[in-house]
């Protein structure tokens, strides 16, 4: 009897030994842990390097599904990237005559501050999405690309008072850096031919969103 019990303590310290270390393991695999949501920093990794310049409205799209603020910004000029233009944006007619102040200086920071105020109000469950029809490329040269088309954003976002579809009409002037990589360095937003000149346009959101 003496030694079937110390059998059986024996087995049962060996199942508490292996529960313990089963826990721990799966601890730290965190499958018992809360996950976060998405940084709109950080967000998903669906970027191409841009060697032509459809490559880099894909990329914009792709930035946008996935609340990338790395991978937007990759997407504007930046001469600290070797690009030689500096990136402007130029915002519908409404909008630029009522934040005059704010696009007069406005840049690849601002961008960037806006894109990221912008997607932390949206749920993580609810993507954006950037629908673009009729887009087509009016120039391509060796050095530039001009493309044009109506886009449709929709970001559910949870901010009062402000619309959280826009649309309009995007021209983009693509050209390559030294390393041969393209990026927008001309953004010029507009209302669409058959939309009220209130409506909401891109450019509406990134100065509500500005701050």
Same mark, same amino acid.
């Given at each position: 009897?003496? $030694?079937?019990?110390?059998?059986?303590?024996? #087995?049962?310290? #060996?199942?508490? /030994?292996?529960?313990?270390?089963? $826990?721990?393991?799966?601890?730290? +695999? *965190?499958?018992?842990? !809360?996950?976060?949501?998405?940084? =709109?920093?950080? *967000?998903? @990794?669906?970027?191409?390097?841009?060697?032509?310049?459809?490559?880099? $409205?894909?990329?914009?799209?792709?930035?946008?599904?996935?609340?990338?603020?790395?991978?937007?910004?990759? +997407?504007?000029?930046?001469?600290?990237?070797?690009?030689?233009?500096?990136?402007?944006?130029?915002?519908?007619?409404?909008?630029?005559?009522?934040?005059?102040?704010?696009?007069?200086?406005?840049?690849?920071?601002?961008?960037? @501050?806006? &894109?990221?105020?912008?997607?932390?109000?949206? =749920?993580?469950?609810? =993507?954006? #999405?950037?629908?673009?029809?009729?887009?087509?490329?009016?120039?391509?040269? @060796?050095?530039?690309?001009?493309?044009? *088309?109506?886009?449709?954003?929709?970001?559910?976002?949870?901010? !009062?008072?402000? =619309?959280?579809?826009?649309?309009?009409?995007?021209? /983009? !002037?693509?050209?390559?850096?030294?390393? *041969? @990589?393209?990026?927008?360095?001309?953004?010029?937003?507009?209302?669409?031919?058959?939309?009220?000149?209130?409506? !909401?346009?891109?450019?509406? &959101?990134?100065?509500?969103? #500005?701050?």
């Amino acid at each position: 009897m003496k $030694i079937f019990a110390e059998s059986v303590d024996c #087995s049962l310290g #060996s199942t508490v /030994l292996y529960l313990y270390f089963a $826990i721990v393991f799966l601890s730290g +695999c *965190g499958l018992f842990s !809360t996950r976060e949501p998405e940084s =709109p920093v950080a *967000g998903g @990794q669906s970027f191409t390097p841009p060697t032509m310049p459809s490559l880099v $409205i894909e990329n914009l799209k792709n930035a946008v599904k996935e609340k990338n603020a790395e991978n937007f910004t990759l +997407c504007l000029a930046d001469t600290a990237r070797g690009d030689y233009h500096f990136y402007r944006f130029e915002p519908a007619a409404e909008v630029a005559a009522r934040y005059a102040t704010l696009f007069s200086s406005w840049g690849v920071t601002a961008e960037r @501050q806006a &894109f990221i105020s912008l997607m932390s109000k949206i =749920p993580a469950d609810v =993507p954006p #999405s950037l629908a673009i029809s009729g887009g087509y490329f009016d120039v391509i040269t @060796q050095d530039s690309a001009v493309y044009i *088309g109506d886009y449709l954003l929709v970001v559910n976002h949870s901010a !009062t008072a402000i =619309p959280k579809r826009g649309t309009g009409v995007m021209r /983009l !002037t693509i050209a390559p850096n030294s390393g *041969g @990589q393209w990026s927008i360095i001309r953004w010029s937003d507009a209302n669409s031919a058959v939309a009220d000149k209130a409506a !909401t346009t891109w450019s509406t &959101f990134k100065a509500q969103f #500005s701050n």
